[in-house]
Each structure stands twice: as C-alpha cells, then as structure tokens.
C-alpha cells in the first residue's frame, strides 16, 4: 500500500522543464510609464536575455517602458537597436520568427535557449519546454505559478492565438552559462497579434532570413565567457613570445605568489622578502 502510494504522489510531481529558468531571475509584467499598456513582450525577451547570459541586456525591458506598451517584431527591433546604441553597446544577434511551423519553438528550447512566444489573444510569455505530447511556459503575468505545463496541442493552439501565425523571438548569442500595477496587464499585457506577419517570416537582427540560416545558427556554440587578466605589463616588441601569452604566464604567477603572501598574513606571520619583492616588481610592471 505505502508503495502505491507513493508512486501515485510522484506521478503527480511535474518534471523540471528543459530550461529550468531560476526563480529569481523571474521579471513580472508591468505597465508601460507612458500610457500604462503592458510590456509582456520585453519582459519575456529580457528574462530570454538573462538566460542567455546577455548581462548587457539587463534593464532593457524597463528602458521600453519609457515608450508606450504593447509590442510587435518591427517594434522590438527598433527597441533593441535604440537600446545598445543609448548604452553604446554591441548588439546581440537575434532571430524573430512569425508563422505557423511550431517546430521553431521545438528546434529553439532543444538548442539550449529559451524563446520568447506569443500566448493567447494578446500576450508574449517564455517557452521553457517541449515535446510531442507536453510543454511549459513561464507566464510574467503569473510568475508565482512557474512553470505552467500544457498538453503540447493546446500550447500550440495558444501560441498561434485561435489565428494561424505566431511569433517568436530569440537571443542567437549567448555565453557559457548564465548564472543564474496601475493596469489591467491580464486584460492587455501587450502584445500587438494584429501586426505579426500574416505571412510566413523569419527575420535575424531585423533582416529577413531563411528557416535553413535559423537552423544554422541554433546549431552555434556558445561564447566562452572571457577573463579579464589581472596584472597586464609592458613587453619589449622584440619579446619572441607573444604579450597574451606572457601575460597569462604573469597572471598565473601572481595569483599564486598572491595566495602564498595571504595566508602568511591570514596566520599572522611576516612574509618572505623574495615574496614580496616578486609582487612589488609585478605590481610596477602595470
């Protein structure tokens, strides 16, 4: 009987999705500052961002909410562009797609990164998982209720909105591995279906592509996350090595002689002279 019962309790328990987005980083939907309409589309493609290890992006939902709200893809490529231009900052690539080929969410979550997707008559949520029989959404309007899962044919039914198209964007770039009101927002969080493509499109940083380029470009590795080194120095241009690799060897060296030189000090003993003279000459070599 406690066997039954258990294997009933844990057919209860959902699985974790395929992007199992941390809770805190969850951003609720909010009014625009402008005219109050809601931002569901920024908030589900800033908490794409976040996933994606884009920190740059940070902030940029609540920038959009200088505009008035509600969102559609010509739109959002303005906003991107006129964000990274106000921050003077390089642009991620993205893709946009607007149709009815619901395998683009399938081929995206699959690929690591997590879409932005239409939802309902007027509403842009995250897409967290997805396969032929069950899917999962984080909803910005329900946070608190995360993450939402649906029999797959009733998910794609509310992508495409009762119409036949939907929309989604995504983050192409992104790093090693992220980390980590006064409206009515159920009423309308924001997202303009009326101006989606009736026709088949898939744009890539505003410039329309092929479903083939989209394909290519899921198939990219993320970027390595880069370190800045610490302790940079100046090398003779005749130095037969090259100044990145000497730096590193630098680098490597100091954070050892470094550690050393802390825990004499932790442990209340006076260094070694020779180890405080190799940090005082790496220390002038900055």
Request: charged share 25%.
């Amino acid at each position: 009987m406690t066997t039954l019962l258990f294997l009933v309790a844990i057919s209860q328990v959902e699985p974790r999705p395929q992007i199992d987005f941390p809770r805190n980083e969850a951003i609720a939907n909010i009014g625009s500052r402008v005219d109050g309409a809601g931002m569901c589309v920024m908030s589900s493609i800033e908490m794409a961002a976040r996933w994606a290890g884009l920190e740059q992006m940070r902030g940029l939902r609540d920038w959009c909410a200088k505009e008035p709200g509600g969102a559609y893809p010509s739109k959002v490529t303005r906003q991107i562009r006129g964000f990274c231009l106000e921050k003077k900052i390089d642009q991620p690539n993205y893709i946009q797609y607007e149709g009815p080929n619901s395998q683009v969410i399938e081929m995206t979550i699959g690929s690591g990164r997590m879409p932005a997707i239409t939802w309902g008559p007027a509403h842009m949520v995250a897409g967290l998982a997805m396969d032929k029989k069950r899917s999962a959404i984080l909803d910005n309007n329900a946070i608190d209720r995360y993450p939402q899962w649906y029999d797959t044919p009733k998910f794609e039914k509310s992508w495409r909105g009762g119409g036949k198209n939907g929309w989604i964007f995504l983050w192409v770039d992104r790093v090693e591995k992220p980390f980590v009101g006064a409206v009515d927002l159920e009423k309308d969080p924001g997202c303009e279906r009326d101006k989606i493509s009736e026709k088949e499109r898939i744009t890539m940083n505003g410039i329309d592509c092929s479903l083939e380029e989209l394909r290519e470009q899921l198939r990219k590795p993320p970027t390595p996350i880069d370190i800045p080194l610490p302790i940079p120095i100046k090398i003779p241009w005749r130095w037969p090595m090259s100044v990145d690799l000497i730096n590193l060897i630098v680098a490597i060296g100091a954070a050892i002689a470094g550690y050393f030189f802390r825990r004499y000090q932790d442990q209340g003993q006076k260094a070694p002279e020779w180890l405080k003279e190799i940090l005082d000459k790496l220390e002038r070599n900055k």
